[in-house]
Nanobody, 116 residues
Framework: QVQLVESGGGLVHSGGSLRLSCAASGFTFSNYVMNWYRQAPGKERELVARIMRTGGSTTYADSVKGRFTISRDNAKNTVYLQMNSLKPEDTAVYYC?????????WGQGTQVTVSS
């Protein structure tokens, strides 16, 4: 069955870094656009970063541009989110998402907490 399993979250001080990973299985990973979303308490889920199928095109939320980098390894069926210069406002549950037309898969999320 389809699975997206995030890992790499945790507690970090402001200015620190974390690298999130999302391991995919049960579908043809290289065909899918991959996204990282986040949801902070009391807020709506927001798109953080997107990477197209070959990895040649990426987009970022304005709030993370220059600090976060999304990448993918289609041979390993894995998408990554490198997060640098973390701020307390980056605290949220981060979700991995795979999209292909009407197919839309989500991971269970990983908590990222940035202390000031």
């Amino acid at each position: 069955q389809v699975q997206l399993v995030e890992s790499g979250g945790g507690l970090v001080h402001s200015g620190g870094s974390l690298r999130l990973s999302c391991a995919a299985s049960g579908f043809t990973f290289s065909n899918y656009v991959m996204n990282w979303y986040r949801q902070a308490p009391g807020k709506e889920r927001e798109l953080v970063a997107r990477i197209m199928r070959t990895g040649g095109s990426t987009t970022y939320a304005d709030s993370v541009k220059g600090r976060f980098t999304i990448s993918r390894d289609n041979a390993k069926n894995t998408v990554y989110l490198q997060m640098n210069s973390l701020k307390p406002e980056d605290t949220a549950v981060y979700y991995c998402n795979a999209v292909l037309y009407y197919k839309d898969y989500w991971g269970q999320g990983t908590q990222v907490t940035v202390s000031s």
